[in-house]
């Protein structure tokens, strides 16, 4: 998986978007392997409309179906208003991009607040800050929560909320 | 967008898994593995990392008692315990 190249052209095509999940954590904390990237988009049109360019440039898979599941290169133009989370596949690996994200605030709110860091090979990244990751965990039921990521938080951050469901 | 997200996310999973070539799938678990390891100062693989690694490895087996060491070599191995 080339991550790098997958935040390299989300950059390219100004799309606002915040690295959350996995490799966010990955990247900012522990070493604990993930394979998807995941990102929460600004859930505005033109936003949408700079990710589904970056998408088609990243040669992503994807279909509403099993039986549309093809290239994104060739989708009408609102594929990405259907649903509130999309699996897709790219060459540089798997990328999931979220619309809307459990037990979080706004977009906007959650940028106001999130961290500017940089993967090693330099590609510059905006990421969910320790206290959202831990809002994004509490969200989720107990037997779905990353345990591991959950006692490292909660180490670093103040004591957040539990909204479980 | 009316389904629950937790569910949304599930189903969307399952169907990228069945979608997918698995040998490229594979490819990309690889190289996910590779670029992971690549974010790590120093590298898990460096020549550094793998001397502090084997630092910590013998410091371990030093503090065990002779007697333990040899009834542990002497039990069949299924793989390292680090």
Redesign the interface.
């Known amino acids: ?4 190249r997958i935040l390299e052209v989300l950059r390219e095509q100004e799309v606002n978007f915040l690295l959350i999940g996995g490799m966010n954590f ?2 900012r904390h522990l ?1 604990l ?3 998807d990237v995941d990102i929460w988009i600004d859930d505005v049109p033109e936003n949408r409309r700079r990710c589904a360019r970056a998408l088609a440039q990243l040669q992503a ?1 994807w ?1 509403a ?2 039986e549309t ?1 093809g290239p994104v290169d060739g989708n009408r133009s609102e594929w990405l208003e259907s ?7 790219t060459p ?3 990328l ?1 991009v979220f ?4 037990g979080l605030p706004s977009w906007a709110e959650c940028r106001n607040r999130a961290i500017a860091s940089a ?3 330099g590609i510059p990244f905006l990421g969910l800050c320790d206290a959202d990751m831990l809002r994004c965990q509490y969200a ?2 107990e037997s ?1 929560r990353h345990p591991e990521r959950v006692r490292h938080l909660e180490t670093l951050t103040p004591p957040v909320p539990d909204h479980s469901p | 967008m009316t389904e629950p997200l937790s569910n949304q996310i599930r189903s969307e999973e399952a169907k990228r898994e069945r979608c997918v070539d698995p040998r490229e799938r594979w490819r990309a678990l690889q190289e996910t593995i590779a670029w992971a390891d690549a974010q790590q100062k120093p590298p898990r693989n460096s020549i550094q990392s793998c001397l502090e690694r084997q630092r910590r490895l013998v410091a371990v087996l030093s503090r065990r008692e002779p007697a333990e060491i040899r009834v542990a070599e002497d039990r069949p191995s299924f793989g390292s315990h680090y």
């Open positions: 998986m080339n991550v790098d990955m990247l070493p392997l993930t394979f898979m279909g179906t099993d599941w649903q509130g989370v999309y699996c897709l596949m540089c690996g798997a999931d619309r809307q994200v459990a993967t090693a090979g989720l039921p779905q």
